[in-house]
T-cell receptor, first 113, second 112 residues
Framework: KQEVTQIPAALSVPEGENLVLNCSFT??????LQWFRQDPGKGLTSLLL?????REQTSGRLNASLDKSSGRSTLYIAASQPGDSATYLC????????????FGEGTQLTVNP | KAGVTQTPRYLIKTRGQQVTLSCSPI?????VSWYQQTPGQGLQFLFE???????NKGNFPGRFSGRQFSNSRSEMNVSTLELGDSALYLC???????????FGPGTRLTVT
């Protein structure tokens, strides 16, 4: 059974700091890994999708890496802003389970002005 | 292009009642998945529909069911509601196997 863990559970940083969020998964037989952000009481916003054959993806100030063999992904946020405050979730899609995403518990990020 | 839409956004029901939630995927997306989000269990997969067929199902009791119509719109139904069914129900759609999933804003269900 696939299990996804995110560390840390919560993170508070001053504005402008670069930060790294971690995600690990137990079964390396994945289709892809997706990072989302969720604002309180809202749905999920897709940030980045990394296919199993890829090593990293970038979008603006965000960079996500994937090391399938070790079961790890990191989300790097450069020059953090208060608007980045949200819960960040990673989710993996396993080969055998189609579109089913297995989520981590999330990292709650607070960026202080 | 319009995003994933879900209706209603909020619902309050009483134990024992049933409820139907609706999801309209992004135009052209044929895969629709449903998730339940609670503070204690996090995000859990309910089921996925593709071309009107249930393709995958999570570990939820038979009280949770769904269907998909020919226009890819999907509904999920929960019968005999329990207090523990209170949650944010999220719907997601995607264009194909290797594509990212896009989520709707969710339906907040409260069971009293």
């Amino acid at each position: 059974k696939q299990e996804v863990t995110q560390i840390p559970a919560a993170l508070s940083v001053p504005e402008g700091e670069n930060l790294v969020l971690n995600c690990s998964f137990t079964d390396s037989a994945i289709y892809n890994l997706q990072w989302f952000r969720q604002d309180p009481g809202k749905g999920l916003t897709s940030l980045l999708l990394i296919q199993s054959s890829q090593r990293e993806q970038t979008s603006g100030r965000l960079n996500a890496s994937l090391d399938k063999s070790s079961g790890r992904s990191t989300l790097y946020i450069a020059a953090s802003q208060p608007g980045d405050s949200a819960t960040y979730l990673c989710a993996v899609s396993a080969r055998a389970s189609g579109s089913r995403l297995t989520f981590g518990e999330g990292t709650q990020l607070t960026v202080n002005p | 292009k319009a995003g994933v839409t879900q209706t209603p956004r909020y619902l309050i029901k009483t134990r024992g009642q049933q409820v139907t939630l609706s999801c309209s995927p992004i135009s052209g997306h044929r895969s629709v998945s449903w998730y339940q989000q609670t503070p204690g269990q996090g995000l859990q997969f309910l089921f996925e529909y593709f071309s009107e067929t249930q393709r995958n199902k999570g570990n939820f009791p038979g009280r949770f069911s769904g269907r998909q119509f020919s226009n890819s719109r999907s509904e999920m139904n929960v019968s005999t509601l329990e207090l523990g069914d209170s949650a944010l129900y999220l719907c997601a759609s995607k264009a194909g196997e290797y594509y990212e999933q896009y989520f709707g804003p969710g339906t907040r269900l409260t069971v009293t």
